[in-house]
C-alpha cells in the first residue's frame, strides 16, 4: 500500500541536459511534498519543497511542479551536471499537527554523465 | 563537526541477540525520528519524539524500542534480532515548526545485518 510512488528506478542524461524526476501519490490529503537526495553512504539532503496551493517551485536549477488533479510531482534540473548524480526521493506529508511524518518513494538514481 | 551522527555505522549480529544504535544531533533540534530503509529501498518512519515526548509510533514491532536521554539525543534499541530487521536505519531530526518539522537533517545511516 505505497501511496508515494516513484516508477523509475533509474535516469541517465547527458551533463547540461534536463532532468526530469517523476512522483506520483494516491492519498489527496497529502498537502507537502518534498524532494530530497542522496549521495552513497550519507543520509538523505533536503532539495526543495512545495506546497499544494501552488503549482510551481524554483531554487536555482531546481524546479518541482505539483499537478494535484493528476496527484504527480516532478523534479526539473536544469542544466543537469556531474554533482547531481545520486538518488533522489519525492516525500509527501499531511502538515496537520506538524509531526513531521513523511511518506516516502522508493526513489530514482539519476547519472548524469559528463 | 558533524550535524546528526550515528553508531555504529556497520552492525553485523546473530539472529536472537539484542543491539542498540545511537544518535545524536547537534543542531539545536527539538525533534528526532528513526526510519529503516528495507530491501526495496523505501524509507519507512518508525518513531519520532519532540522533546523526549513520542509523538510517532509507527507499526512497529515491540522488540523495538526508541529512547530519548535528552532532546540531543534518540537511541534505537532492538531485542531478539530477527533477520527481517536487516536494513539500514537512518536517524534524523528537524526543528517541529510548520513546514521546518519537515525539512529534516539525516545521519549517514548504519547498515544492520542479521545472520
Known amino acids: 500500500d505505497q501511496q508515494v510512488k516513484q516508477n523509475s528506478p533509474s535516469l541517465s542524461v547527458q551533463e547540461g541536459r534536463i532532468s526530469i524526476l517523476n512522483c506520483d501519490y494516491t492519498n489527496s490529503m497529502f498537502d507537502y511534498f518534498l524532494w530530497y537526495k542522496k549521495y552513497p553512504a550519507e543520509g538523505p539532503t533536503f532539495l526543495i519543497s512545495i506546497s499544494s496551493i501552488k503549482d510551481k517551485n524554483e531554487d536555482g536549477r531546481f524546479t518541482v511542479f505539483l499537478n494535484k488533479s493528476a496527484k504527480h510531482l516532478s523534479l526539473h534540473i536544469v542544466p543537469s551536471q556531474p554533482g547531481d548524480s545520486a538518488v533522489y526521493f519525492c516525500a509527501a506529508t499531511r502538515r496537520s499537527g506538524n509531526t513531521g511524518k513523511l511518506i516516502f518513494g522508493q526513489g530514482t538514481t539519476l547519472q548524469v554523465k559528463p | 563537526d558533524t550535524a546528526v551522527s550515528q553508531t555504529p555505522k556497520y552492525l553485523v549480529t546473530q539472529m536472537g541477540n539484542d543491539k542498540s544504535i545511537k544518535c545524536e544531533q547537534n543542531l539545536g533540534h527539538d525533534t528526532m525520528y528513526w526510519y529503516k530503509q528495507d530491501s526495496k529501498k523505501f524509507l519507512k518512519i518508525m518513531f519520532s519524539?519532540?522533546?523526549?515526548?513520542?509523538?510517532i509510533n509507527e507499526t512497529v514491532p515491540n522488540r523495538f524500542s526508541p529512547k530519548s536521554p535528552d532532546k540531543a539525543h534518540l537511541n534505537l534499541h532492538i531485542n531478539s534480532l530477527e533477520l527481517g530487521d536487516s536494513a539500514v536505519y537512518f536517524c534524523a531530526s528537524s526543528l517541529r515548526e510548520r513546514e521546518r518539522s519537515y525539512e529534516q537533517y539525516f545521519g549517514p545511516g548504519t547498515r544492520l545485518t542479521v545472520t
Open positions: 519524539y519532540n522533546n523526549k515526548e513520542l509523538i
